[in-house]
């Protein structure tokens, strides 16, 4: 049975469980940590407003790894898990403090906020559409979403929760035993399995048909002239598109977009490659009006600066992108492609949050 559209918010479980995944993550893109993803810096030729429209519809299934199939047991599982602070050291922090459904799944702050109520260094990313990634973090230290279910948990600015101790505590709680055997039968309850059924519940969590969505499909009234011609810029004077490419807007690549940080990103874990310097994964751009503030530092609090920014082409140094340069946006230019950026965003429905195992 196939779905009639991927939901606007986490899945439910009945909607989830008439997906037919038909593809894997692995074959959704080629970088993997220790490495860093090729992407061809160029412009691309004008074409025509059917055939763009052709390169951002949305999928009709929701890819999950061969090794980590879809069940609704693991999805229900994963999301108590989510929302479970008794997964940190404190008690007082869940995945969802970070990445909370009141914020576009993220935490509407410029920077996260750790163990102990400590600022964390970077801005927390949306999982919307995380089902898609390539590869995940800023920098791109960790190759998948099971990876990165247990980095947090255990990363000791974080939720400071040692795998072993979170093992410990989650077996003294006995309505989560008869869950983990339901999802992972002949595995039960392990680090292994935690981060399965996170990275799971996870994978549902997906964007819903926004008004550009509408329009892709036919309907011309469903966003404004103004978004159309931001369409346009974006698809080419402003150049957008070379980065954030395909229905959820991310090539999962790498840039240094020329922000004033010294945070080096990429280049942490790619030291000799000058153009991996202060470069940070591309960000898709579903929900985007509920995910400020921007970049990976939360440095640009509305989308009118992002504009600005990119029109300004960043700072000038060795690792800056070739694409960063000054563009010569009008105000109009930079007011349509503001206009288009909106049509991204859908009306979530309220993800309610589930009752935990006692």
């Known amino acids: 049975m196939m779905p009639r559209s991927l939901t606007a918010r986490s899945l439910s479980l009945g909607s989830a469980l008439a997906l037919i995944v038909g593809f894997t993550s692995a074959g959704l893109g080629a970088a993997l940590v220790g490495e860093t993803k090729q992407v061809t810096l160029q412009q691309k030729g004008p074409s025509s407003t059917d055939s763009l429209k052709a390169l951002y519809r949305r999928p009709t299934t929701i890819p999950f790894p061969k090794d980590n199939a879809y ?15 008794r997964l940190s050291i404190s008690m007082a922090q869940s995945c969802a403090s ?25 801005h927390s990313p949306t999982i919307v559409n995380a089902a898609w990634g390539a590869i995940f973090m ?7 979403l099971e990876e990165q279910a247990l980095g947090p948990i255990q990363a000791a600015g974080e939720m400071n929760m040692p795998l072993d101790q979170l093992m410990e505590r ?20 392990t680090p292994k399995t935690l981060a ?18 509408a329009w892709i499909d036919g309907d011309e009234k469903a966003i404004s002239e103004d978004a159309k ?80 920014h990119y029109d300004g082409g960043g700072v000038e140094r060795p690792s800056r992108s070739d694409l960063m340069r000054p563009l010569g946006l009008t105000a109009q230019d930079k007011s349509d492609l503001v206009a288009f950026l909106k049509t991204l965003s859908s009306n979530l429905t309220p993800t309610a949050a589930p009752v935990l195992p006692r």
């Not at 970070?98 to 970077?122: E, F, Q, T």
């Not at 996170?198 to 008004?211: F, G, L, N």
């Open 170 to 189: 989650l077996n003294t709680i006995p309505e989560y035993k008869p869950l983990f055997e339901a999802a992972f039968a002949k595995e039960g309850m």
């Open 71 to 85: 069940t609704p047991e693991k999805a229900a599982l994963g999301k108590k898990l989510y929302f479970d602070p």
């Open 229 to 308: 011609r931001g369409f346009a810029l974006f698809n080419g004077k402003a150049q957008c598109m070379t980065c954030h490419e395909g229905w959820n807007f991310t090539n999962d690549g790498f840039q240094d977009i020329g922000l004033p940080s010294k945070d080096v990103g990429r280049g942490e874990y790619a030291p000799g490659v000058i153009k991996m310097q202060h470069a940070f994964k591309t960000p898709g751009l579903r929900e985007i009006t509920r995910r400020a503030p921007f970049m990976h530092d939360g440095s640009l609090a509305t989308l009118e600066q992002v504009v600005d």
């Open 98 to 122: 970070c990445h909370s459904p009141s914020y576009g799944w993220g935490d509407g702050m410029a920077v996260g906020i750790g163990n102990g109520m400590h600022k964390l260094g970077r």
């Open 196 to 213: 399965k059924a996170i990275a799971t519940y996870e994978r549902t969590v997906v964007s819903d048909r926004a008004p550009f969505d």
């Open 138 to 144: 800023w920098d791109g230290r960790l190759a998948n």
